[in-house]
């Protein structure tokens, strides 16, 4: 993940995978198998929808479809901050560079979101 990719189809896509084997190395709690359920599907529904807003039907479908990709990284930072790290500091640095790259795809998708906006204008 240190590398940044700069197309957001593939960077997207490669949340969702590094998130997923992050997941395979966390300690096995009641809490974290149900958090890890819905990390799991949000962070692979940033993507899809990204997806989606590149194959949308108008403007109004694109910025719906934009707006999901923002609320859903930040669905995925959410549950990573509630994960049971085990004080395992591999893990620990793991998870922060997934909710760094979870904010940064916020960031990214306002972005859009603001641009679009001021196109419409």
Same mark, same amino acid.
């Given at each position: 993940?240190?590398?940044? =990719? /700069?197309?957001?189809?593939? !960077?997207? #896509?490669?949340? &969702?995978?590094? +998130? #997923? %084997?992050?997941?395979? #190395?966390?300690? !096995? +709690?009641? *809490?974290? =198998?149900?958090?890890?359920? %819905?990390?799991? !599907? @949000?962070? *692979?529904?940033? *993507?899809?929808? /990204? $997806?989606?807003?590149?194959?949308?039907?108008?403007?109004?479908?694109?910025?719906? #479809? $934009?707006?999901?990709? !923002?609320?859903?990284?930040?669905? @995925?930072? /959410?549950?990573? @901050?509630?994960?049971?790290?085990?004080?395992?500091?591999? $893990?620990? &640095?793991?998870?922060?560079?997934?909710?760094?790259?979870?904010?940064?795809?916020?960031?990214?998708? *306002?972005?859009?979101?603001?641009?679009?906006?001021?196109?419409?204008?």
């Amino acid at each position: 993940m240190e590398n940044k =990719v /700069y197309d957001l189809e593939e !960077r997207t #896509r490669l949340f &969702a995978l590094n +998130t #997923r %084997q992050f997941i395979k #190395r966390l300690p !096995r +709690t009641i *809490g974290n =198998v149900e958090d890890a359920k %819905q990390l799991v !599907r @949000s962070s *692979g529904s940033v *993507g899809a929808n /990204y $997806i989606e807003a590149n194959e949308s039907l108008g403007k109004k479908d694109f910025l719906m #479809r $934009i707006k999901i990709c !923002r609320k859903e990284a930040k669905e @995925s930072g /959410y549950w990573l @901050s509630l994960l049971d790290l085990g004080g395992n500091e591999v $893990i620990i &640095a793991e998870c922060n560079k997934l909710q760094q790259e979870s904010r940064e795809l916020m960031k990214i998708f *306002g972005a859009i979101l603001t641009k679009s906006a001021m196109k419409a204008e």
